[in-house]
């Protein structure tokens, strides 16, 4: 948002998403927006992590005719239904809860309270909205090679919270 992804059509996005999800979206301001490809030498996408903000909004891109999955089953986000997080958590950073060196320890968290784990298929255009604080990753892909089938993700942050609050 800060480095050129700053375009009308997303100022128009975010006044829509503002007037049809007003209870959802309210008044929390637009943090952040970034997008990412993935490319078929990175099948695994993003790793385990939560986003500073309250609402996280992905967006995927990628026409559905590049997934070589012809179920349409993978390729999409994994959402841990998690409430809580340990005490001694809440005071990390957004940046140490990013971090790939985190990962091993969120993943033994999530098996210890026993998450409910949700994966939502990849479909072109389909948005996936929920809290920022629960985890969320990548589920693994496969699409055809090229620039212009690698997995894009638009992702749109509202509100501000400290990171790692109970929900």
Request: some cysteine; aromatic content about 8%; overall charge positive.
């Amino acid at each position: 948002m800060n480095s050129g992804l700053s375009t009308g059509i997303l100022g128009q996005m975010e006044n829509e998403l503002r007037l049809k999800m007003p209870k959802l979206i309210g008044n929390h301001p637009l943090k952040m927006i970034w997008a990412y490809k993935c490319f078929e030498s990175v099948p695994e996408g993003l790793a385990l992590h939560a986003d500073d903000a309250i609402v996280n909004l992905n967006i995927w891109l990628t026409p559905d005719t590049a997934n070589l999955d012809k179920n349409g089953t993978s390729g999409g986000l994994i959402v841990h239904l998690t409430k809580n997080v340990p005490p001694e958590w809440s005071n990390l950073s957004f940046k140490r809860m990013n971090r790939l060196s985190e990962v091993d320890r969120i993943k033994l968290f999530l098996s210890e309270v026993k998450s409910e784990r949700i994966e939502i298929p990849y479909k072109q255009n389909r948005a996936v909205i929920f809290h920022s604080n629960l985890f969320h990753e990548t589920s693994s892909f496969s699409f055809k090679k090229g620039f212009k089938n690698a997995r894009i993700n638009l992702t749109l942050l509202f509100g501000s919270k400290k990171v790692r609050q109970t929900l």
